[in-house]
């Protein structure tokens, strides 16, 4: 089966690479700026889209919430996504068959180690907390892909190097 050409092209790594370091630098930003500091400056690029205040009324579990801030968190998720689909799924350099066998044998693996993470999740993690263990859930099968991939990747390359 060719999925090669399924892939994108190779310059969407080094694109990727951008995008995720960006949306680390993001988050970090964001997590060490206070509240009030951050929420006040988005207002006004809220107000503009009539997203000033974004209310769920009678959300189950939770009698209601108001997301005042989900719009900068949103669009660091978002280039976490983007960065992780760019750097997972674009051609190496050198796509051959060994490569494809590697790439799927990857995304194998990822999807079993998720599926393990996910029972354990269910079995011990109760409450609202459930709800951040299932966002994480969500991202980890593509980062666990691109983790499994480049270091089967790096072993074998290591390996052949070591046989010549």
Same mark, same amino acid.
């Given at each position: 089966?060719?999925?090669?050409?399924?892939?994108?092209?190779?310059?969407?790594?080094?694109?990727?690479?951008?995008?995720?370091?960006?949306?680390?630098?993001?988050?970090?930003?964001?997590?060490?700026?206070?509240?009030?500091?951050?929420?006040?400056?988005?207002?006004?690029?809220?107000?503009?889209?009539?997203?000033?205040?974004?209310?769920?009324? &009678?959300?189950?579990? =939770?009698?209601? /919430?108001?997301?005042?801030?989900?719009? !900068?968190?949103? %669009? $660091?998720?978002?280039?976490?996504?983007?960065?992780?689909?760019?750097?997972?799924?674009?051609?190496?350099?050198?796509?051959?068959?060994?490569?494809?066998?590697?790439?799927?044998?990857?995304?194998?693996?990822?999807?079993?180690?998720?599926?393990?993470?996910?029972?354990?999740?269910?079995?011990?993690?109760?409450?609202?907390?459930?709800?951040?263990?299932?966002?994480? &859930?969500?991202?980890? =099968?593509?980062? /666990?892909?691109?983790?499994?991939?480049? !270091?089967?990747? %790096? $072993?074998?390359?290591?390996?052949?190097?070591?046989?010549?």
């Amino acid at each position: 089966m060719k999925t090669s050409k399924l892939l994108l092209p190779y310059g969407f790594k080094c694109a990727g690479l951008w995008i995720l370091a960006v949306a680390v630098v993001l988050l970090l930003v964001y997590s060490i700026v206070p509240d009030g500091m951050l929420c006040s400056s988005w207002n006004d690029f809220r107000a503009l889209f009539g997203l000033e205040r974004i209310r769920v009324e &009678n959300f189950p579990f =939770t009698g209601g /919430f108001s997301a005042d801030s989900d719009l !900068v968190n949103s %669009f $660091i998720w978002v280039l976490f996504v983007v960065g992780g689909v760019f750097i997972g799924f674009s051609r190496n350099r050198s796509e051959d068959e060994f490569i494809e066998h590697l790439r799927y044998e990857s995304l194998i693996l990822s999807l079993y180690f998720n599926c393990i993470l996910l029972v354990a999740a269910i079995v011990f993690v109760w409450g609202l907390s459930f709800v951040s263990v299932m966002m994480f &859930n969500m991202f980890s =099968t593509l980062y /666990f892909f691109i983790i499994c991939f480049y !270091v089967r990747l %790096f $072993i074998n390359k290591r390996s052949l190097g070591n046989e010549e």
